[in-house]
């Protein structure tokens, strides 16, 4: 079971807006560790999408942002297109047992109808 | 810009230990830049942080792994390792070495190999 709780799938049209999020608690991201989100298009590795709660690196479209309040982050993606369709992961860091350690969502899976 | 490439068996028995390795270019294991970490990601599940080794010496595990895992700098010159003991088929996954820079902050895991996908089955 994952520190971090991500919907399991979330879906919309082309054009469409939606949010994932990702839910922690005081360890974590309510501790002040930042959120990271990577995007996991199939049979590849993960890229990092947003980085520091709300930072986007270079090439990816600001149709993209994060967002960081209390114990939960959100991602939002604004004007879906089909090549959104992936595997979103939230990360942050957890020190509930001594020492900072790396956790990760479960994952939530895009689908673009 | 850091690039990494893992390498190892595809197939080990339950109860054996799997070894693999990560071969790193642009960058030095031992250069102190860099935590060199492993992530694993079951078949269709999500991504499972196993551990980072800092500067060949120091390392820092998943609690849940811990007792099976050792990660560290070798065999060859900037190359970083890991060891998973005690394997069963819960254990089977694509491994992926990836980098995470050391910065004031935690940075996300900037840099990612291709991964490798580990099957234990008898």
């Known amino acids: 079971q994952s520190m971090l709780t991500q919907p399991p799938s979330v879906s919309g049209a082309p054009g469409q807006r939606v949010t994932i999020s990702c839910t922690g608690s005081?360890?974590?991201?309510?501790?002040?560790?930042?959120v990271h989100w990577y995007q996991q298009l199939p049979g590849t590795a993960p890229k990092v999408l947003i980085y520091g709660n709300n930072n986007r690196p270079s090439g990816v479209p600001d149709r993209f942002s994060g967002s960081k309040s209390g114990t939960s982050a959100s991602l939002a993606i604004t004007g879906l297109l089909a090549e959104d369709e992936a595997d979103y992961y939230c990360?942050?860091?957890?020190?509930?047992?001594?020492?900072?350690?790396?956790?990760f969502g479960a994952g939530t899976k895009l689908t673009v109808l | 810009q850091v690039q990494l490439q893992e390498s190892g068996p595809g197939l080990v028995k339950p109860s054996e230990t799997l070894s693999l390795t990560c071969a790193v270019s642009?960058?030095?294991?031992?250069?102190?830049?860099?935590?060199w970490s492993w992530v694993r990601q079951p078949p269709g599940k999500g991504l499972e942080w196993i551990g980072f080794?800092?500067?060949?010496?120091?390392?820092r595990y998943n609690p849940s792994l811990k007792s099976r895992v050792t990660i560290s700098g070798g065999p060859s010159k900037n190359q970083f390792s890991l060891k998973l003991s005690s394997l069963t088929t819960a254990d089977t996954a694509v491994y992926y070495c990836a980098t995470e820079k050391v910065t004031v902050d935690p940075s996300p895991l900037w840099e990612w190999g291709q991964g490798i996908l580990v099957t234990v089955s008898s």
């Open positions: 990360q942050s860091y957890d020190n509930s047992l001594g020492a900072r350690i790396m956790i």
């Open positions: 642009g960058g030095s294991v031992s250069s102190g830049s860099h935590y």
């Open positions: 080794m800092y500067y060949s010496e120091s390392t």
């Open positions: 005081s360890s974590n991201i309510g501790a002040g560790f930042d």
